[in-house]
């Protein structure tokens, strides 16, 4: 289930994931980026078995909080259950996106976005992440310029929002 959510992140109802995608309602979500003590950005390759945008680099994590749980509360389990670490989170920044996909489905997100910082070992669960990587700032600048289609929409956009 997904919390939908009017145009000033209220509350409105509760649907099935899968519906709201394909309805492309508007529904809460959070994006994690984490930075490490070189000033470098965490990014993960989503798992191939993903129902949208497999395989593609991202932020640290993202998903949907639950009903009766809050953006910050679902940041911190979703970075256990996807790494396998948490950290200090802070919002920094949230924006409406809707961004259709070839399979039919449309990303349709009040979406926000939290900074965090680690430093010690990731423990990717192999289910959600194909794989993670350390990298500068300049680096993946200059990456998604040249290679915007490895990223995801969300990922770029929040790039261009926040202006790292």
């Given at each position: 289930?997904?919390?939908?959510?009017?145009?000033?992140?209220?509350?409105?109802?509760?649907?099935?994931?899968?519906?709201?995608?394909?309805?492309?309602?508007?529904?809460?979500?959070?994006?994690?980026?984490?930075?490490?003590?070189?000033?470098?950005?965490?990014?993960?390759?989503?798992a191939?078995?993903?129902?949208?945008?497999?395989?593609?680099?991202?932020?640290?994590?993202?998903?949907?909080?639950?009903?009766?749980?809050?953006?910050?509360?679902?940041?911190?389990?979703?970075?256990?259950?996807?790494?396998?670490?948490?950290?200090?989170?802070?919002l920094?920044?949230?924006?409406?996106?809707?961004?259709?996909?070839?399979?039919?489905?449309?990303?349709?997100?009040?979406?926000h976005?939290?900074?965090?910082?680690?430093?010690?070992?990731?423990?990717?669960?192999?289910?959600?992440?194909?794989?993670?990587?350390?990298?500068?700032?300049?680096?993946?600048?200059d990456?998604?310029?040249?290679?915007?289609d490895?990223?995801?929409?969300?990922?770029?956009?929040?790039?261009?929002?926040?202006?790292?």
């Amino acid at each position: 289930m997904v919390i939908l959510v009017d145009e000033q992140d209220n509350e409105i109802g509760l649907m099935e994931k899968q519906e709201a995608h394909e309805k492309a309602l508007l529904h809460r979500a959070f994006s994690v980026l984490v930075f490490n003590q070189n000033g470098e950005t965490l990014l993960q390759q989503r798992a191939l078995t993903k129902y949208h945008s497999a395989g593609l680099w991202t932020n640290a994590c993202c998903s949907h909080p639950r009903a009766g749980e809050s953006t910050l509360e679902a940041a911190h389990r979703r970075l256990m259950e996807e790494l396998g670490f948490d950290c200090q989170l802070e919002l920094k920044h949230s924006f409406i996106y809707k961004a259709p996909f070839d399979n039919g489905l449309t990303e349709h997100e009040f979406d926000h976005v939290f900074f965090g910082d680690y430093n010690d070992a990731i423990h990717f669960n192999l289910d959600e992440v194909a794989a993670v990587k350390w990298v500068s700032i300049p680096w993946l600048l200059d990456d998604i310029k040249k290679n915007p289609d490895d990223y995801t929409v969300w990922f770029r956009m929040i790039v261009e929002k926040i202006h790292l």
